[in-house]
């Protein structure tokens, strides 16, 4: 026994932090919204009657086929316009790629509801452009509804695919394709009977991102949905209701948003079951030659996809520089709105930063040992906390932040209105990021560096800091301003979490929107598109050679 | 300057026992090889000493210091690696002063002894440049400066060749042999290249499925191997099943390939089934019409196919039983058809019973 304690002390400590840390701070809260959906009002007995209740209410089952085919239309939206993208950009003779993949990789970072509100501004009942169509003559219906929300998603999330499917694109190896036309095939019958069954599995693993993004996502049907039942949406108005606090039926509609996150994940694995294409280039496949012609199309069908996704974001920007009165905007330049916005405090702004710090600073301490561990000691308990440490990822923040309420309101541990209860949030909600980029890093730093230490002398926690460290150095920066960014932008959970004094940008956003003053939310934006694009540009060399990747 | 004992050292990994009670005692000084195909154990039992693997049972000594129990980074053993594991972050100095740092050497002495191992694989005057400006080979011999410049008790060498081209791995083996007699040090070096193993070790312990098959010096290995797997797998043979006929004191009549052969150092009475190796190299093509040399046993049989090497020529005869031996030999102008092969059975090495 204390030979086997001794030989695993290093991981048994990590596991045991590990377990502590998600069994107190994912695991209970996930079981006290189950709790919540499967007990009657007094909490003592079991009951079925919430799920009758919420799956015979119109409202609700509208809001679940609504979740559902939102996320559905997302993810086939983001396939069709991502997989060519990756083409283009893997295999046509394209110029600019380095610039396009950079582009096309940003909006991962940048607030997806940011997106929808610039959608709002331009395509709303009273947005810009909106009134320039009418002005012409021309009638457009506005931008809210299922429309709008999958557009936003699939402008939002197409990354999601692009950089997977890049990457399974470029590490064919030449020889399969060769194989396929020497045996007669002509260039298109390649592609379609080899190339492209070759990099389904990387299509449909980012498929299932975007769905358990779209799913979960608040911010933009928030902003987009109007009176459109979107479950993420309806557990929080249930569970902060002001009127009908109501945190049962929240549980249940929280409940339904996991089992269908499950599902999709069940289903992608069963589409992936016997389909193990590591064909390991050796050397990868060539840039396919085409007509001038073809080349320019491909080229001017990236740049327009990566417009469309990123002007948005500049419109905001713009718009936050010009004089608004209430909603109506006016032309001329004006700081007007940012000073509205910082009119009261700077803490929206101080807040956002230091939190975002915290949650990064913790999630990396946390994050960076469970990957190592996971990567470095296999075993049965290793591949359980793998588990366990990423399926945050597959609870909507929303729950995840009834959860923490319900768990940490009264009993041992009241955490319920302090700064600290966002902290955690971030950390459980980014810890996937952190844990899975050390792994990926720590994936191509051979183990044997690690023995080679060891065997010179250096005990195994010193070793861990002299060399895996340092490695790993360019991955752990590279999660950690990742995890910044996500949790400076993070609006599901926190919405559900803040209390007055710690009130972040997005609510600060989110109650601009709610609010009429569109100029301070506007303003509100740009300040939280450059709090993330500024830490990412500051480290993109590094995030491109371990992050990007890693997806 | 250490004596390597194992005793009993097994590890079963699921259901697989990579290491199946090996004992092996390897002399002060030697240069000791395990060699065997992958899969066979003799990575596992390298690990063993270096201490990345842990004993089932069994234990292991150097000198009369058991260390089976130490922590790896206690048992002062110089490893390099398959891959080289030179530390990318450090410089070619730095990655071999690793082991002084640790071992807290006053940076003088350190700054001395970097530059003396330098010069012993070298390398003098490469300690500022950085591991990527450096070949296979140079890093290779950083590998080496790294191990011995911590003056290990001994030195472990994993597959270190088998990253080289071939004109550099016949070169670099020379260099590592060179090194270890000057240094006096012991070397437990695993291979699965037998001319390699052959070429450069004291003595050879050939391993497969996790058993020690053979432990003898690289000739006996290959001139006396003791089953028909080390026969085999060292060099080619011609492994032919035989029957005991009769016995007489310490040789007897064996029945093989169709003609009966008296052989020293045969176990078993009559009637026991043996099986004889025969090297290629010790058959000859006689010409048409030319005597058997004096002792020698000659076969009859059918050229079969013939491949042209330069130096010599191999080929195959089939025998009247079925039996295909394959030559390597000079081949007489004109031969084709029916063939007479001749043999000193002096050269013949029974191996027992088949199996």
């Not at chain 1, 919204?33 to 009951?47: P, Q």
């Amino acid at each position: 026994m204390r030979a086997f304690f001794g030989r695993n002390a290093f991981p048994l400590t990590i596991f045991t932090i590990a377990i502590v840390f998600l069994g107190l701070f994912f695991l209970w809260p996930v079981l006290k919204v189950f709790g919540a959906s499967i007990l009657d009002a007094s909490g003592r007995h079991f009951t079925l009657a919430n799920y009758t209740s919420v799956l015979s209410n119109r409202f609700f089952l509208n809001g679940l086929t609504n979740s559902l085919g939102i996320a559905a239309a997302a993810a086939i939206c983001t396939v069709l316009v991502g997989v060519p993208f990756a083409f283009c950009l893997a295999r046509l003779p394209i110029s600019g790629k380095a610039a396009l993949l950079a582009l096309a990789a940003l909006p991962l970072v940048l607030p997806s509801f940011v997106s929808a509100y610039a959608l709002v501004l331009m395509f709303g009942r009273s947005g810009i452009v909106t009134g320039a169509l009418r002005s012409l003559g021309i009638p457009f219906d506005s931008i809210y509804g299922a429309a709008g929300i999958v557009v936003v998603y699939t402008l939002t999330l197409y990354p999601y695919i692009v950089l997977p499917v890049t990457a399974a694109f470029k590490s064919i190896d030449v020889s399969v394709e060769e194989a396929a036309q020497n045996l007669g095939a002509s260039r298109a019958r390649m592609l379609r009977t080899v190339t492209l069954p070759l990099v389904l599995p990387s299509i449909l693993a980012g498929a299932l991102l975007v769905f358990i993004e779209a799913l979960e996502n608040f911010g933009v049907p928030f902003v987009l949905a109007e009176d459109r039942p979107i479950l993420s949406v309806e557990a929080y108005k249930l569970f902060v209701g002001e009127t009908t606090d109501n945190p049962a039926s929240a549980g249940v509609l929280g409940m339904l948003l996991i089992v269908c996150t499950v599902i999709a994940l069940l289903v992608q694995r069963g589409l992936l079951a016997r389909r193990n294409f590591a064909t390991g280039a050796r050397r990868a496949a060539p840039l396919i030659n085409v007509s001038p012609a073809l080349r320019r199309l491909g080229a001017t069908y990236c740049w327009l996809v990566v417009a469309a996704a990123l002007i948005p974001f500049m419109a905001v920007v713009v718009i936050s520089f010009m004089p608004f009165s209430g909603p109506v905007l006016h032309t001329g330049v004006s700081i007007g709105n940012f000073t509205q916005l910082f009119e009261r405090s700077y803490r929206p702004l101080t807040n956002t930063l230091m939190l975002a710090t915290l949650a990064a600073c913790g999630a990396t301490l946390i994050g960076v040992p469970i990957g190592y561990v996971i990567t470095r000691h296999r075993s049965r308990l290793s591949a359980l906390i793998d588990v366990v440490a990423t399926s945050p990822f597959a609870v909507a923040g929303t729950v995840l932040g009834i959860g923490l309420v319900m768990a940490f309101s009264s009993g041992f541990l009241i955490l319920t209105g302090t700064w600290l209860i966002m902290v955690v949030a971030y950390m459980v909600r980014k810890l996937p990021f952190s844990v899975r980029s050390a792994g990926a890093i720590l994936h191509q730093i051979d183990p044997s560096l690690e023995e080679a230490s060891i065997n010179l002398g250096v005990p195994p926690a010193l070793t861990f800091a002299r060399i895996t460290v340092p490695l790993m150095l360019g991955g752990i920066v590279g999660g950690f301003v990742l995890t910044f960014v996500t949790a400076a932008s993070e609006l599901s959970s926190t919405i559900v979490l803040y209390s007055g004094p710690w009130t972040t940008m997005t609510v600060a956003m989110f109650q601009a929107l709610e609010g009429t003053s569109a100029g301070v939310a506007a303003a509100a934006a740009t300040v939280l598109i450059i709090c993330t694009i500024l830490p990412v540009a500051l480290v993109y060399r590094l995030l491109r050679r371990h992050e990007l990747s890693m997806l | 300057m250490t004596a390597i004992t194992i005793e009993g050292a097994a590890r079963t990994f699921g259901t697989v026992r990579a290491v199946d009670s090996v004992s092996i005692a390897v002399r002060d000084g030697e240069f000791f090889t395990l060699l065997g195909p992958s899969g066979c154990g003799k990575t596992t039992l390298l690990r063993m000493v270096a201490g990345f693997c842990e004993l089932d049972t069994g234990r292991i000594l150097f000198g009369d210091e058991r260390i089976d129990t130490l922590p790896p980074h206690r048992r002062n053993t110089g490893m390099v690696f398959q891959n080289y594991a030179v530390f990318p972050n450090l410089t070619v100095g730095g990655n071999v002063a690793y082991g002084l740092r640790a071992r807290s050497v006053r940076k003088n002495e350190a700054d001395e002894r970097v530059a003396r191992a330098l010069k012993l694989v070298q390398l003098d005057g490469y300690g500022e440049r950085w591991p990527h400006q450096l070949s296979g080979g140079q890093l290779q011999r950083v590998a080496i400066a790294r191990a011995i410049v911590i003056e290990p008790h001994v030195l472990l060498l994993d597959e270190p060749l088998s990253n080289l081209d071939a004109k550099l791995r016949v070169e670099m083996r020379g260099e590592i042999r060179r090194l270890q007699k000057l240094l006096g040090i012991t070397v437990l070096y695993v291979t699965h290249d037998q001319e390699e193993a052959l070429a450069i070790s004291d003595r050879i312990a050939v391993m497969r499925t996790g058993r020690v098959e053979q432990i003898a010096s690289p000739r006996d290995i290959y001139e006396r191997p003791a089953t028909p797997f080390v026969a085999s797998f060292v060099g080619t043979t011609n492994l032919l099943d035989g029957v005991i006929r009769v016995r007489e004191g310490e040789s007897a009549e064996v029945a093989v390939a169709g003609t009966t052969l008296r052989l020293n150092g045969v176990r078993g009475g009559a009637g026991d089934k043996v099986v004889l190796s025969l090297r290629p190299e010790a058959l000859r093509l006689l010409s048409p019409g030319e005597a058997a040399p004096a002792r020698c046993v000659t076969l009859t049989g059918t050229l079969g196919e013939v491949e042209y090497l330069g130096p010599v020529t191999r080929f195959s005869v089939s025998l009247a039983d079925g039996a295909v031996l394959q030559l390597m030999a000079l081949m007489p102008p004109g031969a084709s058809g029916t063939v007479t092969v001749a043999f000193d059975p002096q050269r013949v090495v029974v191996l027992g019973a088949p199996g």
